[in-house]
């Protein structure tokens, strides 16, 4: 194994994607979920592929209400949107959150996620579900 690999992948695991502990099954299908992510986004910028429901209404929800906090519930076309926030990148120390995630979910009659659209926001943004303590 190369030196580079070898340091990186300590490195990782020290400050890592997952916190203080290695987990090489976890990041190794992290990092083909952000693979997989930058390649469509990449599809969707060039104009091989739409934009899925998901983008699209999460780019009007992020126009209209740019202000809105965690957990707020908006309207929007006769559907109920929750706005989350989770840490994106934290401070060395890992006691301050330096960038917030935001996104929002799907709201069911029930006043729960609907899962299929979560599983898409994951999909589409999985880097939002990482949490980092430095740059890589």
């Not at 908006?74 to 935001?102: C, H, M, T």
Request: aromatic letters at 10%.
């Amino acid at each position: 194994m190369p030196l580079k690999v070898l340091a990186d992948r300590e490195r990782r695991a020290i400050y890592g994607l997952t916190g203080m502990v290695y987990t090489p099954h976890i990041d190794d299908y992290m990092q083909a979920s952000i693979k997989k992510a930058e390649i469509l986004a990449c599809l969707k910028v060039q104009g091989l592929l739409t934009l899925s429901e998901v983008e699209v209404i999460t780019v009007a929800l992020d126009l209209l209400h740019k202000r809105a906090r965690n957990n707020a519930v908006v309207e929007y076309d006769g559907n109920a949107y929750q706005r989350k926030f989770s840490p994106l990148k934290l401070s060395k120390s890992g006691k301050v959150v330096r960038i917030w995630a935001k996104y929002w979910f799907l709201q069911l009659p029930s006043g729960r996620a609907d899962p299929e659209w979560e599983a898409q926001v994951r999909e589409i943004w999985p880097t939002y579900f990482l949490i980092r303590t430095i740059d890589m």
